[in-house]
DNA sequence: TCCTGTAGTTGAACGCGTTCAATTCAGCGC
DNA sequence: GCGCTGAATTGAACGCGTTCAACTACAGGA
């Protein structure tokens, strides 16, 4: 219901109709999610999308380069949600336990709603053509803020780190969230109270993990698992 | 170029034309996986499929309930390619980390002809709700085959694992090379060489903790691991 | 006021995956 | 041979996402 995605008036030209576009791309996107929430995104046809907002179907693809791209707003929309509500944990939260499990929850919680058509989403996400998949150069800015949100997790926190790890956890908890939400959205529990164990299991395993790392035995293994990731992050 | 995917002659009637059926059945796969293999998913349409096939279009409707089904016997088919080459590594290697080893880069081989499409493949196994998708009931007899193979890399070495290790290993390892996968799917590299680079790197990675598991130190954190992935697998 | 270029808009048309009523084929009892 | 039944096969047709040549609206300079 609210007012579009990339409100970006750069010029403020007229106070009613700054940008006639802006209006009919918001029109066209505000139809598509409506749409795609009632009948879900396969049943929702661009014409059926243009004819609610009240334009031609070329005039979607004006402003969307595809039906997928449409998806990316919502995606773009949950991410921003989920970024708050992440702010709200971080600035109240100091341990490094409380910050991984409540930005994790704040994840999960921000997703649920969307869980009945989820799969769509993202089963265009895991195409590698897509524009949608997390690893394209597209959605390079979300993952990009989405590891800079983990990088605060474990910057702002009162625990102690090696700065090797500390540099490489971010991108680490990055793939490892990505890896819980896989799990999610094939989780057909009620309420996926499972995606909820399993996140918070894992979570204790990774602090766990994480100060079992200080002891000099594991220095050598943390060494090359971390040599391994640089080497793959710098081809 | 070799005959039928699923040749299953169960009464052995006339000699040439025991099914006629199944020849038809097997010359709309054979064209569909060269065509999926020469230009790709996207690009090869049914019309070309069954023109290559010599049918009539909706023909391959009644043996392919979609084209997405016919994703499901090329699955199959390096399924079994994986398993026969996987045989012959097991039979000669006895060290358990040149059979994880050698059994990963024979999966690697044998769907690198279809680097391509193989986007498709995971895009379309990414929906819960497509039978397809990995976790489904449907793909179950793949998955256990699989997780068969791996439990074979285990028993058949020569190194000593504890009990609770040893039978929790088959799984683990089972996820582990899904995820391998899931970066071979993404990995642009030429001749895919990161990924080749990563999964030897993470086999050594592997076999490294394992052999940590044997401290004391690790393990209760071993225990509470394999606590939470037992708990996620009897729900 | 007219001209011109750009932003915005149109809808017919294309190729696609998929469906299905109609048709042919093959095997079997008589 | 005949008739029957189910398997196999056909191809026109449907609805879809997408494209694009053509059109309109409008701002700003001459």
Redesign the interface.
């Known amino acids: 219901m609210d007012e579009m995605t990339q409100p970006l008036p750069l010029e403020e030209k007229p106070e009613k109709k700054l940008r006639k576009g802006e209006r009919t791309r918001a029109q066209i996107l505000e139809a598509a999610l409506d749409l795609f929430r009632d009948r879900g995104y396969d049943e929702t046809t661009m014409r059926a999308i243009a004819e609610r907002a009240g334009v031609a179907v070329g005039n979607a693809y004006y402003y969307f380069r595809s039906k997928e791209h449409l998806i990316q707003a919502f995606y773009e929309r949950t991410h921003q949600e989920h970024l708050e509500a992440s702010r709200a944990i971080l600035a109240r939260e100091k341990g490094l336990r409380e910050r991984l499990l409540g930005v994790m929850r704040a994840k999960l919680d921000t997703i649920m709603p969307y869980h009945n058509f989820s ?2 989403l ?9 524009p949608l ?1 997390p ?1 394209s150069q597209d959605s390079e800015p979300v993952r990009r803020q989405s590891t800079e949100l983990f990088a605060e997790v474990v910057s702002g926190a009162d625990t102690r780190l090696t700065p090797d790890l500390a540099a490489a956890l971010p991108n680490l908890l990055w793939i490892y969230h990505m ?1 819980i939400i ?1 799990f999610w ?2 989780d ?2 009620p309420g996926c109270r ?1 995606s909820y ?2 996140m918070e ?2 979570v ?2 990774i602090l ?2 994480i100060s ?1 790392f200080q ?1 000099p ?2 220095r050598p ?1 943390l060494k ?2 971390l040599g ?1 990731v640089a ?2 992050r710098a ?1």
Not at 122 to 130: E, H, M, Q, V
């Open positions: 799969g769509v993202f089963k265009t996400a895991a195409d590698p053509a897509s998949n690893f890896g896989l959205i094939h057909s529990s499972r164990f399993l299991r894992s204790k395993l766990r993990l079992l002891f035995l594991l293994f090359e698992l391994m080497e793959l081809p």
